[in-house]
């Protein structure tokens, strides 16, 4: 089984559109068995409703609620309640191209750990706004002095973990909202978890009515103030 988790807080505008995109996606070039979750993260639009008549009319699709805020408590407790062989968590905008699930399912089905989508590595196609690949870049730079991190986008939402990572690497996990995923390579890494980097096709999505649930300053707060707490304790 390959449970997918969309992760989502306030969506509505984009949630029935981009889930049933996927899973025609899924339906036509997913062989194994899989599901789909969306995880709603205490939304307070019409997010709950459209998710249950998205899983009310499509077996493949789930639905789960957590009144905890935080994408990371999303993600999480989602792939610990609907158990799996691979685990894959994306942006419910799928700014990464779809064409790239198969390669992250081919990853764990090759041994790997952990896949991950990578917006800095060769091959990669991205559009996105010069001040976002600024604070990518800068992030990355901050990583690689501290942590020796070889994942290049260590943030990417994209990703594929397998039962070995859901066991004994989620666990370790503290920070449970943006910087749980980045927290989570970082954490492989030191353990010498195999984890593979796919160049991904990304675009920067932009609804006009659908706005950006945090400030990029907020964001890069956390962060860095994330990155120095694994720093101070590892």
Not at 53 to 77: A, D
Not at 109 to 123: C, H, M, P, V, W
Not at 128 to 138: A, D, E, Y
Not at 209 to 230: C, F, H, L, M, P
């Amino acid at each position: 089984m390959i449970t997918i988790v969309l992760p989502v807080y306030n969506e509505e505008l984009v949630l029935k559109q981009n889930t049933l995109k996927l899973l025609n996606f899924c339906s036509k070039n997913i062989k194994s068995p899989w599901q789909i979750v969306i995880s709603n993260n205490s939304s307070g639009d019409k997010t709950n409703i459209i998710a249950q008549e998205l899983s009310s009319q499509y077996h493949q699709i789930k639905y789960f609620y957590t009144n905890n805020q935080g994408k990371g408590y999303g993600v999480i407790m989602a792939w610990q309640k609907f158990p799996a062989q691979i685990y894959i968590y994306m942006d419910i905008d799928l700014s990464t191209s779809l064409e790239h699930l198969p390669e992250l399912i081919q990853a764990i089905e090759q041994n790997y750990d952990i896949a991950t989508g990578s917006r800095l590595i060769k091959g990669a196609q991205v559009e996105r706004s010069l001040s976002r690949k600024i604070i990518s870049l800068s992030l990355r730079l901050i990583l690689k002095i501290l942590f020796n991190l070889k994942t290049k986008d260590a943030p990417c939402g994209f990703k594929a973990a397998n039962q070995k990572t859901i066991d004994q690497i989620i666990p370790q996990i503290q920070n449970k909202t943006w910087f749980f995923d980045t927290e989570m390579i970082i954490l492989a890494e030191k353990k010498e978890y195999k984890i593979k980097q796919i160049p991904i096709n990304w675009q920067e999505k932009k609804h006009p009515e659908r706005q950006s649930k945090v400030g990029v300053a907020t964001v890069i707060k956390d962060y860095i103030k994330n990155i120095y707490k694994i720093y101070v304790r590892k």
